[in-house]
C-alpha cells in the first residue's frame, strides 16, 4: 500500500456580460490532465541479482481559455473557446542491480512539453415553465487536433565495482524537434432539471474517442473514454432567514471507462462526491466546500487498485460591472 498526498489551485474562471442577455464572455485556468505515480517492483535473478525498479510520473497539461456565447433566439445559445494548452508530462524510470561485489543503476527521464491551441464548440437551451419547473439542454463538441510537442529524452547509468564508484555514463540526451500529440474527437452531452427552485436534477454523458489514435506506442493500450455523471443539489429555501435554510446541499455520483487499456482490462473509475454552498449574506457570492471518495482500478490480471479522497474550497464572486453611475 501507498499513500501520496498532493495540494494545488484547481482552476480560476471569470464570466461576465458583455452585451446582456445577448453576448457573454467567460475566460480562465483550467488543468487538463495530470499524472502523478509512484510504483515500485522488486525480482530476484540468478545470473543477475537483485533487481530493484521505481516509475514515477510528474507534471500535467493546463488549459487557458477565452469563451463566447451568443443567444440566438430566446433561451438558445451558442458558443465557443480558444484554448491555449501548455504544460509538461516527465516518466522517471531507475533500475538498481545489486549482486555480490557490483551494482548498476539506470535513470531514464522522458519529458513532454506541450504547447498549442484548440478550439471546443458548445450549444444550450433553457426553457421556464414559470416558477415551478424549468430545464435546460445542451451539447459540446472539441473536433480532434494535433496538439505540438517537444520530447527530450536522457538516460545515466552509475555503476560500482567493489564499492568503488566508477564514471557515471551519460547513454542518450537527445532534444528532438516539434511532434505532435494526437487528440482525438470528444463530445459531450447534458441536462438539468430545476423544480420550485429548491431542487436540481443533473446528467452528463461525455466520450473521448481515445481508440482511435494514430500514436504507434499507445495504439494498443488506450480505447475510448466514457463517463457518466449523475447530480442533485438541494436548496431549502434562499429568501429564508434561517441561515442554513439558505445553505446548498449537493451530492453526486461519476463512473468512468478510462482510456487506458491494460492487459486487455479496462481501468474503471468511480467516485462519489459530498459539497455544501455557503453563501454571503448580502450578496450572490459563495464559498463551495467538497469532498470525493473514489476507487480506480483493479486487482485482476496483475493490475492495481487505487482508493482516493480528494477535498477543495472554491469561492465564487458575484458583483455588478460596466455600471455607468447616474449620480456622483
Keep these: 500500500a501507498q499513500i501520496v498526498n498532493g495540494t494545488g489551485i484547481s ?28 510504483v515500485s517492483t522488486y525480482e530476484y535473478s540468478k545470473n543477475v541479482g537483485d533487481i530493484y525498479t521505481n516509475y514515477e510520473g510528474l507534471g500535467g497539461i493546463n488549459k487557458v481559455y477565452w469563451g463566447n456565447s451568443v443567444s440566438i433566439v430566446k433561451g438558445l445559445s451558442l458558443g465557443f473557446n480558444l484554448s491555449y494548452m501548455f504544460g509538461s508530462l516527465e516518466d522517471l524510470t531507475s533500475s538498481v542491480v545489486s549482486a555480490d561485489n557490483y551494482s548498476s543503476s539506470l535513470t531514464v527521464n522522458n519529458k513532454k512539453i506541450v504547447s498549442d491551441f484548440c478550439l471546443d464548440y458548445g450549444l444550450q437551451y433553457s426553457y421556464y415553465f414559470g416558477t415551478d419547473f424549468g430545464f435546460t439542454v445542451g451539447a459540446t463538441l472539441t473536433p480532434k487536433t494535433d496538439l505540438k510537442f517537444r520530447k527530450s529524452l536522457f538516460a545515466v547509468q552509475d555503476r560500482s565495482v567493489s564499492g568503488v564508484a566508477m564514471q557515471p555514463d551519460t547513454i542518450v540526451n537527445s532534444s528532438d524537434d516539434m511532434s505532435n500529440i494526437h487528440m482525438p474527437d470528444q463530445y459531450g452531452v447534458g441536462l438539468a432539471l430545476a423544480f420550485k427552485e429548491k431542487l436540481i436534477l443533473t446528467g452528463d454523458y461525455k466520450l473521448a474517442k481515445w481508440g482511435e489514435t494514430n500514436n504507434a506506442e499507445l495504439k494498443n493500450s488506450l480505447s475510448d473514454a466514457k463517463t457518466i455523471s449523475l447530480g442533485l443539489e438541494v436548496l431549502p429555501n434562499y429568501r429564508s432567514i434561517n441561515y442554513w435554510k439558505r445553505v446548498h446541499y449537493r451530492i453526486g455520483f461519476q463512473t468512468s471507462d478510462t482510456y487506458w487499456t491494460i492487459n486487455g482490462v479496462n481501468v474503471k473509475d468511480e467516485s462519489v462526491s459530498f459539497g455544501l454552498g455557503f453563501p454571503f449574506r448580502r450578496n450572490f457570492s459563495a464559498i463551495d466546500a467538497h469532498f470525493v471518495v473514489g476507487r480506480r482500478g483493479t486487482t485482476d490480471s496483475g493490475l492495481l487498485k487505487e482508493t482516493y479522497v480528494r477535498a477543495g474550497v472554491s469561492i465564487s464572486l458575484h458583483d455588478i460591472w460596466f455600471i455607468k453611475r447616474k449620480f456622483d
Design 11 to 38: 482552476h480560476m474562471n471569470m464570466a461576465f456580460a458583455v452585451l446582456p442577455g445577448i453576448w457573454n464572455m467567460a475566460a480562465g485556468l483550467l488543468p487538463y490532465t495530470s499524472q502523478n505515480y509512484h
